[in-house]
């Protein structure tokens, strides 16, 4: 299964799954599509919603040991300089694909 927290790569993301796959995009508006043994389908997950409070507060508790065991997977995170100078060095760094499965964190000002 992929979780895609940003909403913008369904396409690609639905390309790449494996037959019996599934992706779960966080837009809720997305249509739900079957096709080929795969899934694709919307969610709104904020779980300050009371329907979502107790899924919330039980994710939240087991969210250390989900990482440890692998079942959770945290995105590496480089953070550049603070600095809009700064910001062409992140840019630079996802043309070449060094930031490939990457998050770049760029701070325009301290």
């Not at 396409?11 to 080929?36: M, P, S, W, Y």
């Amino acid at each position: 299964m992929v979780f895609d927290a940003f909403g913008a790569s369904e396409e690609v993301g639905f390309f790449l799954l494996a037959e019996g796959g599934q992706l779960c995009i966080t837009n809720h508006t997305v249509k739900e599509r079957k096709e080929d043994g795969k899934r694709l389908f919307g969610l709104l997950a904020i779980v300050q919603m009371p329907i979502h409070r107790p899924a919330g507060i039980t994710m939240i508790k087991n969210l250390e040991k989900l990482v440890e065991e692998g079942v959770s997977i945290l995105d590496r995170i480089y953070g550049l300089p603070v600095g809009l100078e700064n910001t062409a060095e992140g840019l630079a760094m996802v043309k070449k694909e060094k930031a490939a499965g990457a998050k770049v964190n760029a701070h325009p000002e301290g």
